[in-house]
């Protein structure tokens, strides 16, 4: 149960962060973490771009109330309407294709979350590791205070925020 | 306002002399329009025609603002601020002006407000609950006034620390400790400034009800970080001349 790494990449694929909390992982260069975010970046993109796109009828509501998995819901909707009015929509109606989100080895798990404004967080964790979405939703929360509200913080720019890095350190230590 | 004015003259360095002026204009305008509500010309009234002026003046007393949008609001001041700056000392002087006129106006809010309240305030040791408290005329009532009832105001609680220099060559410096400055919550310095403090700002609102009171100061905000609290932060007052040979002759006659 421990939070190894985060990383925080920008929308255009740069790193910005990267902080080890606990050793367990092998240490790259910074090259190398730069090349990680970048080829994981692109990854990311193409994961999210192969989504299938499934055929829906314009006519039914885009607010289907069964919320189990596409495939069910795929044939039923498809099979009944003409094929000249269809459309095409997501897996998920209402939600963008979202691409990689988590990746698993044996001795760890990685975790991607894509914030609404393209910034991605990466989080390397144990692989029995649970309740990763609350961990990765309060690193969010703390991104948001302490280097978004941070005046001397340019976007989309390396983070150095002293207040970020102990409000984090702090944070995961009460977890533990 | 005499003193003000000789303020202004001592510190001829900075502009401040300006800033209190443009203070004063503010203020008129403010009386200005109050009486031009009614009419409406060039101001915007909303439809039920009340504007911001016809609010009693209790009515926020306990209002509560968010702290996100302050701290938005307070990150485009540090970088309005920061725009063409010559270095640490002058951004830190523009915040301080930033904070001077509020000082200077929240001096009488705070005076109304303790006023008005039925409850017995702690605002000066010479006010009973049936009379309105007094304006500070010694040092040790204006800091206390700062310490509770300002800081009460601003921040919903009281100040950390209030001390006297042990220093027998600078016995008209006072110190104030905020152990979390509300201001520098979110605030991140980066280290090629680490003499900067952004409650510059705050220190800027203090040396507004200094002046507002009739004693004549400088504050400055310093880092004064401690294992517990990263944030501390001192506020140190330093009384001009007039203000300490006022304070002796107050003395000798036995003033409170």
């Known amino acids: ?176 | 306002m005499t003193q003000p004015a000789r303020h202004a003259a001592m510190l001829s360095i900075s502009n401040s002399g300006s800033n209190l002026a443009a203070a004063a204009e503010k203020q008129q305008p403010a009386q200005h329009l109050h009486t031009q509500s009614q009419s409406s010309q060039g101001l915007r009234v909303p439809s039920n025609r009340k504007t911001i002026y016809d609010r009693h003046l209790n009515r926020s007393r306990n209002a509560e603002l968010s702290r996100a949008s302050f701290a938005f609001l307070f990150a485009e001041m540090v970088t309005y601020a920061q725009r063409r700056v010559t270095g640490i000392q002058d951004l830190e002087k523009r915040l301080n002006e930033q904070g001077y006129p509020l000082g200077l106006r929240l001096l009488d809010l705070l005076f109304y407000r303790t006023m008005s309240s039925s409850t017995s305030s702690s605002l000066s040791s010479s006010s009973t609950s049936a009379s309105p408290p007094n304006r500070p005329l010694r040092i040790l009532p204006l800091l206390h006034l700062i310490h509770g009832p300002l800081w009460r105001l601003l921040f919903n609680r009281p100040a950390d620390a209030l001390e006297h220099s042990v220093s027998p060559e600078t016995p008209n410096e006072y110190m104030i400790t905020d152990n979390d400055p509300l201001v520098n919550t979110y605030i991140s310095v980066p280290k090629e400034m680490s003499m900067l403090n952004c409650a510059a700002f705050v220190a800027g609102i203090i040396e507004g009800v200094c002046d507002g009171c009739g004693f004549e100061a400088k504050v400055t905000a310093h880092n004064q970080p401690t294992e517990m609290w990263p944030g501390r932060t001192i506020f140190l007052l330093r009384f001009g001349e007039s203000v300490m040979e006022r304070e002796k002759v107050l003395e000798r006659a036995g003033v409170k």
Not at chain 1, 114 to 141: A, S
Request: hydrophobic share 35%; with cysteine; charged share 15%.
């Open chain 1, 1 to 176: 149960m421990s939070v190894f790494s985060l990383i925080i990449i920008n929308k255009a694929g740069g790193l910005v962060y990267q902080r080890e909390f606990q050793p367990g992982l092998r240490k790259l260069s910074t090259n190398d973490y730069l090349v990680l975010a970048g080829t994981f970046h692109g990854v990311h993109a193409i994961t999210r771009s192969i989504t299938p796109k499934l055929p829906l009828p314009v006519t039914a509501p885009a607010t289907t109330p069964t919320t189990s998995t596409p495939n069910a819901v795929s044939p039923s909707a498809t099979s009944t309407p003409a094929p000249s009015t269809v459309t095409h929509s997501f897996p998920n109606p209402g939600i963008p294709a979202t691409g990689l989100e988590t990746m698993e080895t044996d001795k760890f798990r990685l975790t991607c979350f894509q914030t609404l404004t393209g910034t991605k967080f990466l989080l390397f964790t144990d692989p029995t590791m649970t309740n990763i979405d609350v961990i990765m939703k309060k690193i969010y929360e703390l991104y948001a205070d302490f280097v978004m509200k941070n005046p001397f913080y340019q976007l989309e720019m390396p983070v150095r925020c002293e207040s970020f890095d102990r409000n984090l350190t702090g944070w995961l230590r009460g977890r533990a």
